[in-house]
Every structure is written in C-alpha cells, then in structure tokens.
C-alpha cells in the first residue's frame, strides 16, 4: 500500500479552469484555494465527503451532482507509474506540448485512462481537471415517494425529462434503507437480525420512525437566476 495523500500540491489556471492536482488533494482543499485565489469554479464534489480525493473519487468512478457528474470526464491530462516503474504521460505532454495535453483531453493513440479506470495497473502522481464556472443560478431539486409503486411509476416521467433540462445534470436515487444507514454513525451495527430480509425489515421500521419516504432523489438545477425560478 502507497500513502499518497501527503501529496497535496494544486495549480489551477484562472483562464481555461484547468486544476493541476497531486492525489492527496481533498475536496476540501481544493475548495479552500478556490476561494483563496478569488475563482468562482466549482468544486467536483461527491458524497465521500470533504476529505475525499479529487482525482482518487474521479479514477474509482465518482459520481457528484455536477455538471459534469461522472468525475473522470473531467480529467484531462494524468501522469504517474505503471507497476513496472515505467512512466507514463499525455502523449501530447510526451510531444512537449503541455498546453494541449492539459485541455485535449483525447490526444493522440490508445488513451491511459482506460487502463486507470477502477484498477491497479499504476499509481498516479498528478492530474489535471477540468472545472466548472460557478452558474450564477442553481436551485435544490428534491422528489419524494411514499412508496415502491409510486417510485416505478415515476420513472418513465423522469426519464423523459431529464433530456430536457440540461441544466439538471442527474438526479441521485436513494433508498430508504440507504438514508437511514448513512444518517446515524454506526446504525448498521444495532441491527439484530442476521438476514436480508430480516434487516430490509429492521431498517423499514427505523425509516419509517424517522420519517424518511420509501424513495427520494436529488439534484441541483443550474442556469441563470431567472431560469431556474419556474
């Protein structure tokens, strides 16, 4: 096991929004030198937390309600080891072309990301992200469903109108038993019974104490002050 996480150096270009961080940068840190530069980027957040890595969550998978929600999108250039010690790089990077290998992010050949992708062929040692300005509007949306039937009904609605709010990225879908599980520290281990079945039960009972609704999703509408009043 490698600790990466003293590795904490960030430069972001308050022209393109590129950020060029070490893996040990946390949404947290990367949120404090925004805010200490005077930038008005938006933080790729997750829900690992204030203390989850930026390029860490993005190589896993990460997914946030962004506008770009799928965390590795936003990666441009990646630099770092593969297992066998040899380096790798942007190709454009290794055409000393810097520039195009932080905002390019395809650039020439087979791409590196493919391989970094929820693996272990290589430790990353630095990576450039794409940010998001802030929207100057950006508004909660929140569902709720009393039930499992009223949820499935739903769907076919929402799957229609997603496609026609671009300003509403995604929507993240959260079980009962999931909101009740990351609501209080350590809930999972007061469960009693030691089958499925009988801890959906447990947790609907506990849910249902609480008041949390059978489903729930959530998102955020971006855009301008104005469109997203309606």
């Not at 932080?102 to 990576?127: D, I, M, Y």
């Not at 249902?208 to 309606?230: D, E, H, Q």
Request: net charge negative.
């Amino acid at each position: 096991i490698v600790d990466l996480s003293p590795l904490k150096k960030i430069y972001i270009c308050a022209e393109t929004g590129i950020a060029t961080l070490e893996p040990g940068v946390t949404q947290h840190d990367l949120y404090t030198a925004i805010e200490e530069l005077g930038l008005d980027f938006m933080v790729p957040t997750t829900g690992a937390g204030h203390q989850g890595s930026i390029i860490g969550n993005a190589l896993d998978g990460g997914y946030g309600l962004n506008l770009v929600s799928a965390h590795i999108e936003a990666l441009t250039r990646v630099q770092g080891y593969w297992g066998s010690g040899a380096p790798f790089d942007h190709p454009y990077a290794e055409m000393n072309c810097s520039a195009m290998a932080e905002t390019w992010r395809s650039g020439l050949g087979p791409s590196t990301l493919g391989l970094l992708h929820q693996s272990n062929f290589g430790l990353v040692t630095r990576a450039s992200v794409q940010l998001v300005r802030r929207m100057k509007g950006a508004r909660i949306v929140a569902l709720e469903f009393a039930n499992e039937e009223d949820f499935y009904a739903s769907l076919p609605t929402i799957k229609r109108l997603l496609p026609e709010l671009p300003g509403l990225p995604a929507l993240l879908f959260s079980h009962q038993s999931r909101s009740v599980a990351t609501s209080v520290d350590g809930l999972l281990d007061t469960l009693q019974s030691t089958s499925a079945e009988g801890r959906a039960t447990e947790l609907a009972e506990i849910a249902a104490k609480k008041g949390f609704k059978s489903w729930i999703a959530l998102g955020f509408l971006y855009g301008t002050p104005t469109s997203v009043l309606g």
